[in-house]
């Protein structure tokens, strides 16, 4: 059993940053892929970020501005989020899963067994 608690999203100008952290708590964490996903209003969730061990993979809306990051020891994953846009706004969820799929896979909500309740990131134009 793995609980995640994301922090770190408010109101930001378009073009600006913010740096999502998301704690978990339970055991092994290293063992686990972690994921970023978000959900705009009226909209389905998009995957955003995952890392796996060392490995990164990221969606196409965000390559190259947003960085996912992990750090075991402290058992937190966290999102950099640069150049931010308006349609960037959206609640920010983290997820955790305990299985082995090509990166592929890790883009679809299914794979990930826990969640946290989201953090939300509002980008002003």
């Known amino acids: 059993q793995v609980q995640l608690v994301e922090s770190g999203g408010g109101l930001v100008q378009a073009g600006g940053s913010l740096r999502l952290s998301c704690a978990a708590s339970?055991?092994?964490?290293?063992?686990?892929?972690m994921g970023w996903f978000r959900q705009a209003p009226g909209k389905e969730r998009e995957f955003v970020a995952t890392?796996?061990?060392?490995?990164?993979y990221y969606g196409d809306s965000v390559k190259g501005r947003f960085t996912i990051s992990r750090d075991n020891a402290q058992n937190t994953v966290y999102l950099q989020m640069n150049s931010l846009k308006p349609e960037d706004a959206a609640v920010y969820y983290c997820?955790?899963?305990?299985?082995?799929?090509?990166?592929?896979?890790?883009?679809?909500?299914?794979?990930?067994?826990?969640w946290g309740q989201g953090t939300q990131v509002t980008v002003s134009s």
């Open positions: 997820a955790a899963s305990s299985s082995a799929y090509s990166n592929s896979r890790y883009t679809y909500p299914r794979s990930y067994d826990y």
């Open positions: 339970g055991r092994a964490f290293t063992s686990y892929t």
């Open positions: 890392i796996r061990g060392g490995g990164t």
